[in-house]
């Protein structure tokens, strides 16, 4: 026999061998112990149910939350192999849990007892009975018996049993296998955890349900930044891979864009049981994965603040306070750094509570929170763009110094009504029958002459003005990371060549004192503030100071950028960049302080004695039908750290305004100071009482 045969025998023997040994194997499984394997199978359960991951927090720079997750524990029943009687006894046990900790459950049976009747209208008892196959004529009492029989209730106290049906009645409607719970109680309380997690033998196919819920412990403190989130709809379902028919998704504000960092990677538990539903083992096979913070620039004292200064103030002005009522309802603040162009304070008046969206916001709240002329959810920094009226004659000087129009020390003598178009009269003159007289720059600025501004636009023509409000970001998005920011736009021969129409000499008359077309955003506005006192130098808006993974680890700030840029459609716009000469910035500033510093000031009467010295302008723009009031202003004048915008709609003076920023500029140093004091502060507490 040659070699090659002799191996193919040794195979062929091999296989016979292994073939043999899984015939024993088998015959032991299936003949010699089946019965005991078989028992043991079908004596055990095993489930596999996802663990929800914790949404990311929202901080303010400060480490203090404002958006937040709590844990919710909610009460589970599954199905499982025990009598009826053994289901119904253990129900009862669970309700009495409840109820001595306090905690609710899911009743939807429609009867009462003390005395036993119906608890829904005749119309609905009608439909309800026909629904459950009962007489029409049948009593409350007699229902109560149909069901005691129907699910086999052997108890006789009526209270006991009227708790048993309202949970077998749940179960009946909705269902529930070994698989899929019922849910008994949405949210239950630690003393009632603990009982049934420690006793959980006698709470056969009882489990507990832990999930994150987002929570707003602040109220409505920054809600238009913060935004909301809500139950995931089918449309977002749709465009959203990896969630849950029942998930939650943000809606608005940082919520909305940053949802991509903020949702964590949910995890899997699994639960292995005896077949009467009682759970032996418990095992997480993946870990869920928290969700990243969110650092904002904005700081929270600060917005706390500004928010309830600007409340205070449109309620003064509505109620008379400054010599006339007016029906004001709405608002906006703005604080930036200057030199770095974080936003401090975002405020959009009147607010909203995120809360109320979480489970589904009522219709009535959700009718008052859109309200026509009031429009909560409307973001007014970002969303709405507003004639900024004098507060416009900054960047009208700035041009018209830069292209040699005027000078720094020329003066020009106003009369009253300007002799060339349509004669426009300054607004000195509508009120005291007189011009101004002679003012340079700084004095037009001090005093708002309009009489100045005709002559400066007359000289250097509307392209020039165009020119710089472009520069400073007049009618162009921010780029802030908030959805919904709009445009706005600036008057002038680009926007009328886009309509169609022809620019008149008249337009830039109305153009130059902040009228026309313009239409910018309080956010615009505090930029072009902030960039006058940054020596004319352009700066970049956020409102994101930082994003942190669950680790505390850093994200990387090019991804986060390709992240927003796509979020919100963003495309960088490259623009000329302008040298401003100081001497004509530092001119403006002066004529922004005297407004606040010196007698005749439109604002000095709020900022007299004020402890810091504060540049500002004071603006009343007219808008259909409407006059809104404006103050823009920086601190100090030395070194200027930030630039606060306050407008309210139809709030007519815009002195009336400087108030808010006031208060926000002694804030803002008084909580500098603690800081500064309190060297040793550890970051990331509350300091918000």
């Known amino acids: 026999m040659d070699k090659k045969n002799v191996r193919y025998n040794i195979l062929i023997i091999f296989i016979y061998i292994i073939g043999i040994v899984l015939l024993i194997q088998l015959f032991n499984l299936q003949i010699v112990h089946g019965e005991e394997y078989l028992q043991k199978s079908s004596s055990r359960l095993t489930r596999e149910t996802t663990i929800l ?76 009975l026909k629904n459950n196959e009962l007489s029409e004529e049948i009593t409350a009492e007699q229902v109560l018996q149909e069901y005691k029989e129907k699910y086999q209730i052997q108890n006789d106290n009526l209270e ?87 998930d939650y998704i943000g809606k608005a504000g940082i919520e909305y864009v940053f949802e991509g960092y903020l949702r964590g990677k949910n995890g899997k538990k699994q639960t292995d049981m005896s077949i009467d539903g009682t759970t032996t083992a418990e095992y997480i096979t993946e870990e869920a994965v928290q969700g990243s913070d969110i650092v904002l620039t904005i700081d929270a004292n600060l917005q706390y603040v500004a928010e309830n200064a600007l409340k205070n103030n449109i309620e003064k002005i509505r109620n008379g306070g400054f010599g006339e009522v007016r029906n004001v309802q709405t608002g906006a603040v703005v604080v930036l750094d200057v030199k770095t162009g974080e936003v401090l304070a975002l405020v959009s008046y009147p ?92 004095g037009a600025i001090k005093n708002s002459c309009n009489y100045f501004f005709y002559e400066v636009v007359t000289r250097m023509g509307i392209d020039n003005l165009e020119k710089y409000a472009n520069y400073f970001g007049l009618g162009q998005k921010t780029n802030i990371e908030l959805p919904g920011e709009v445009s706005g736009t600036l008057a002038g021969k680009t926007l009328y060549e886009k309509l169609g129409q022809t620019w008149y000499y008249g337009n830039s008359l109305s153009a130059v004192i902040g009228q026309a077309e313009n239409n910018f955003t309080p956010l615009q506005i505090a930029r072009y503030i902030a960039m006058i006192t940054n020596e004319g130098k352009s700066i970049d808006i956020s409102i994101l100071k930082d994003i942190m993974s669950s680790d505390k680890s850093e994200q990387d700030k090019m991804n986060i950028q390709e992240y927003i840029n796509n979020k919100l459609n963003i495309t960088e716009i490259n623009k000329e960049t302008l040298k401003i000469n100081k001497e004509n910035i530092d001119v403006v500033l002066e004529g922004m302080k005297s407004v606040t510093t010196e007698t005749g000031g439109t604002a000095y009467s709020v900022f007299k004695n004020f402890g810091i010295e504060v540049g500002g302008k004071t603006g009343s723009a007219e808008a259909g039908g409407k006059v809104n009031a404006w103050f823009a202003g920086f601190a100090p004048y030395e070194n200027p750290e930030i630039a606060i915008v306050v407008m309210v709609e139809d709030g007519s003076h815009g002195y009336y305004t400087a108030e808010v920023a006031k208060e ?26």
């Open 160 to 246: 006991e049993i009227r708790k048993i049906i309202s949970i077998r009645y749940g179960i009946e409607k909705e269902g529930y296998n070994s698989m899929s719970a019922y849910t008994i109680s949405n949210n239950i309380s630690l003393a009632s955890v603990a009982i049934f997690e420690e006793q959980n033998l006698i709470f056969p196919g009882i489990a507990i349900k832990t999930a994150p819920i987002r929570t707003y412990s602040r109220g409505s403190l920054a809600s238009h930044i913060i935004g909301y989130v809500g139950p995931i709809n089918e449309e977002e379902y749709k465009n959203n891979s990896g969630y849950l028919m029942n």
């Open 53 to 128: 991951a914790a949404r990311g927090d929202i901080l303010d720079r400060n480490g203090n939350v404002l958006a937040g997750t709590i844990t919710n524990y909610s009460l589970e029943i599954y199905k499982s192999k025990i009598d009826i009687n053994t289901l119904n006894n253990t129900l009862l046990k669970v309700i009495q849990v409840l109820e001595a900790n306090g905690d609710t459950y899911k009743d939807n049976f429609p009867i009462k007892l003390n005395p036993i009747e119906f608890t829904i209208d005749e119309e609905k008892l009608s439909n309800w």
């Open 351 to 442: 607010d909203f509570e995120p809360e109320l969206f979480i489970k589904g916001i009522s219709t009535e709240k959700w009718n008052e929170y859109t309200q026509k002329g009031k429009g909560a959810l409307i973001n007014r920094c970002i969303q709405s763009a507003y004639a900024p009226g004098s507060i416009f004659k900054m960047v009208s000087a700035i041009a018209g110094l830069e292209t040699g129009a005027i000078t720094r020390a020329e003066t020009i003598y106003d009369t009253g009504i300007y002799p060339k178009g349509h004669n426009p009269r300054c607004w000195y003159y509508s009120s005291y029958g007189t011009g101004h007289g002679a003012l340079n720059v700084s």
């Open 664 to 689: 926000i500029i002694e804030q803002h140093f008084r909580l500098k100071e603690e800081a500064n004091e309190n060297v040793t502060a550890i970051p990331y507490t509350e300091q918000l009482n």
